[in-house]
């Protein structure tokens, strides 16, 4: 009988450092996505963006969608894009920052320059 205590306690001793240090990594519930920075930016009817965020877990997804006039245009999912754009119009935009926790959102707009980069 003292012996299985024995190896129960062994198993327990070495077991339960363990398990703490595994704890300590897990990420906690409250952890969600946060956007640090969004932007774009527009030029010879095109317009790059760009997003920073930080506080993920797991896979992350971002997607922009894309609206002239409160009208759908387009979505891409990229944290960085490139696309042509209609000059002299206003994009509004939403991008997102989706991981296993949770979702992240940001609001912006940029006016399609059709003139050179400033």
């Known amino acids: 009988m003292k012996r299985i205590f024995r190896s129960v306690g062994r198993i327990l001793f070495t077991a339960l450092p363990l398990m703490s240090l595994l704890l300590l990594h897990t990420p906690s ?24 965020y930080s506080g993920t877990v797991g896979d ?31 994009y509004s935009y939403y991008v997102y920052v989706t991981d296993t926790i949770g ?6 707009g940029v006016y399609c320059n059709p003139g050179m980069w400033q």
């Open 60 to 90: 992350v997804t971002v997607r922009w969608d894309f609206y002239v006039n409160n009208t759908y245009k387009f979505s891409a999912y990229s944290p960085g894009l490139r696309r042509s754009c209609q000059g002299g119009i206003y």
């Open 103 to 108: 979702t992240a959102q940001a609001v912006g």
């Open 29 to 52: 519930a409250a952890a969600h996505p946060v956007i640090t920075y969004d932007d774009c930016d527009s030029g010879g009817s095109q317009f790059i963006c760009f997003i920073e």
